[in-house]
Every structure is written in structure tokens, then in C-alpha cells.
T-cell receptor, first 111, second 116 residues
């Protein structure tokens, strides 16, 4: 019940296309986070969401904290080759502050 | 990965061997975390430390011990390594610095461990 279901598992897109990925759970989370991980590196924070319904942008990235507090999505507009990597969602449980992570979406961008 | 360092970057062990993974942060943060990352799964919390001298179990603590002797360093020890512990291990510290409940985290570059 505390696990995050992230989809899709992988995406192959053309440069310039928009991308959308999401995370859902049967549990409620206080915070939703989106990370990007490059090969051989640790995850790097892209966007943090702290309130239900919050919509936040960071350049070409936009993320939303679902109103039910059980889901979140990340959109990338006008993708470029350097967007390639694995994107992870993470949620923070309200009762103990523990973090749960999605399994990741592997993004490939073809020039 | 700014401010969080991990050593070693790679390690191969035989079953039953022991080793310690080191993590250090130079941000003067109270909280530090150890995660493992396995293919097809999200990061899972092994242990965390809310402050110097304190540690608590996370989601998957079995087979591991930790030590937080000072504010800067948080080590993860495998006393008797098993093939199931083959994974990538990440150390992290919260961006906010002090509140374990908060927050978004800086991750180290990871240690890739293989247990044969």
C-alpha cells in the first residue's frame, strides 16, 4: 500500500516532443519529489511539491501534486538529448516521514 | 551530489566477507540516510540517522549495521556479505539540513557493490 507505481517504465521519443510520466499510490503522501539520475550518478532533485494541488515549474519541467495526495505527474516540454536519463518520483509518508521511491522511468531522446 | 561523498565507488566481495561503506557530508546537516537501489525497484531506505550518535532502522535494515560517530560521517557496514546485497548504495542528506521529516535530499554518487 505504501509503494509507488511509476509509469511508464520507459519512453523513446524524438527530440522536441513533450513527455509525461506519473506516479500513483494507494497511500497518502505529504511531499512529492521528482529526481533525475544519470548513469553512474546519484539522483538529483528536479522539483519538490509540498501541498495538494500544487503545480510547480522548473524550466521545461512541470510537476503537480495530485489533489488526493496519492499521485503526481511530471511533464517535460520540448525534449532535448540531455533529458536522457532515469526519472524517479518519491513521496514522503505523513506518519513517520519515511520516503518511498518509484521504480523509475527511463527516457531516451532521439536526435 | 554537491557536498556528499562516498567511498569506494566500486567494490567486489566474496560471500561472507565484511566491508564498510563510507559517507561524508560537508553541509553540517544533522540527518543522513543510507539507501540501496536495485534494478526495477525504487530506492529503499536501509538506515537513517537524525543526529550525531543516533541511528534508526529503515525499510530494509537486515544484514547491515551503521555508525554515526560524528556529524559529518555516516558509515554502513556489511558484516557478512551475501549475494542478495549486490546493489548500488546511496548516501543522502536533506537539503533542509536538520529536519528528518522534511525534505528533499542530496544524494552521493553511489557505491556499486557486487557480492559473488
Amino acid at each position: 500500500g505504501q509503494q509507488l507505481n511509476q509509469s511508464p517504465q520507459s519512453m523513446f521519443i524524438q527530440e522536441g516532443e513533450d513527455v509525461s510520466m506519473n506516479c500513483t499510490s494507494s497511500s497518502i503522501f505529504n511531499t512529492w519529489l521528482w529526481y533525475k539520475q544519470d548513469p553512474g550518478e546519484g539522483p538529483v532533485l528536479l522539483i519538490a511539491l509540498y501541498k495538494a494541488g500544487e503545480l510547480t515549474s522548473n524550466g521545461r519541467l512541470t510537476a503537480q501534486f495530485g489533489t488526493t495526495r496519492k499521485d503526481s505527474f511530471l511533464n517535460i516540454s520540448a525534449s532535448i538529448p540531455s533529458d536522457v536519463g532515469i526519472y524517479f518520483c518519491a513521496g514522503q509518508l505523513p506518519y513517520n516521514g519515511d520516503m518511498r521511491f518509484g521504480a523509475g522511468t527511463r527516457l531516451t531522446v532521439k536526435p | 551530489n554537491a557536498g556528499v561523498t562516498q567511498t569506494p565507488k566500486f567494490q567486489v566481495l566474496k560471500t561472507g566477507q565484511s566491508m564498510t561503506l563510507q559517507c561524508a557530508q560537508d553541509m553540517n546537516h544533522n540527518s543522513m540516510y543510507w539507501y540501496r537501489q536495485d534494478p526495477g525497484m525504487g530506492l529503499r531506505l536501509i538506515y537513517y540517522s537524525a543526529s550525531e550518535g543516533t541511528t534508526d532502522k529503515g525499510e530494509v535494515p537486515n544484514g547491515y549495521n551503521v555508525s554515526r560517530l560524528n556529524k559529518r560521517e555516516f558509515s554502513l557496514r556489511l558484516e557478512s556479505a551475501a549475494p542478495s546485497q549486490t546493489s548500488v548504495y546511496f548516501c543522502a542528506t536533506p537539503i533542509a539540513g536538520g529536519n528528518i521529516i522534511a525534505d528533499t535530499q542530496y544524494f552521493g554518487p553511489g557505491t556499486r557493490l557486487t557480492v559473488l
